[in-house]
């Protein structure tokens, strides 16, 4: 099992410019989360997805959109990015017990 | 809505002792309460779980946390540590279709 898989690893974006991060995970998770990460800021949940086709805001959703594409997938788009998105992204699923699993993270920049 | 804190940013310990980080909780209802560790640019890795039972939780890496409800604490532990346990230690709740995390605590251990 690769558990739980994101990409890209590491991203570039100018201000303005837009990107999807992917995720994916094949441990047959109904609910599925995207955080970000700041120095000093915890974990901060952007949004998530209780089962394939809901999607629920978080506590800092705005600026993004996400897509449960099916079961197994969960992306996080970025229409226009701005330098307060400069973050480490963190996709996860989660167990019927509540655990998480998280993926590596993709480590964005926007100049 | 459930909370949890992490007292301390930071925790030193020498190799070989003991170790404590600390967790308290605010929750309405039966507590799940869970540990997770981030090790440098890694995804969080699930610990342990407290969801009913023994107040003693047994873990991943010989950690163990101890629930104490008239406290409302959920401490993680370990007998001796090691200086590989350096990391960052979250502590999470289940809230409603998801978790919230503290802010974290950095252990460091020390040879």
């Known amino acids: 099992n690769a558990g739980v898989t994101q990409t890209p690893k590491f991203q570039v974006l100018k201000t303005g410019q837009s990107m999807t991060l992917q995720c994916a995970q094949d441990?047959?998770?109904?609910?599925m989360y995207w955080y970000r990460q700041d120095p000093g800021m915890g974990l901060r949940l952007i949004y998530y997805?209780?089962?394939?086709?809901?999607?629920d805001k978080g506590e800092v959703p705005n600026g993004y959109n996400v897509s449960r594409l099916n079961k197994r997938e969960f992306s996080l788009r970025l229409e226009s990015a701005a330098p307060s998105q400069t973050s480490v992204y963190f996709c996860?699923?989660?167990?019927?017990?509540?655990?998480?699993?998280f993926g590596p993270g993709t480590r964005l920049t926007v100049t | 809505a459930q909370s949890v804190a992490q007292p301390e940013d930071q925790v030193n310990v020498a190799e070989g002792n003991p170790l404590t980080v600390k967790c308290t909780y605010s929750?309405?209802?039966?507590?799940?309460l869970f540990w997770y560790v981030q090790y440098p640019n890694r995804g969080l890795q699930f610990l342990l779980k407290?969801?009913?039972?023994?107040?003693l939780v047994k873990g991943s890496y010989g950690f163990e946390a101890e629930f104490n409800k008239s406290q409302t604490s959920f401490h993680l532990k370990k007998p001796s540590a090691l200086v590989s346990d350096s990391a960052l230690y979250f502590c999470?709740?289940?809230?409603?279709?998801?978790?919230?995390f503290g802010d974290g605590t950095t252990l460091t251990v020390k040879p």
């Open positions: 407290y969801i009913t039972g023994d107040n």
């Open positions: 441990m047959n998770h109904n609910s």
């Open positions: 999470a709740v289940k809230d409603a279709g998801k978790s919230t």
């Open positions: 996860a699923s989660r167990t019927a017990t509540y655990e998480q699993y």
């Open positions: 929750v309405s209802g039966n507590p799940y």
């Open positions: 997805s209780a089962s394939e086709g809901t999607t």
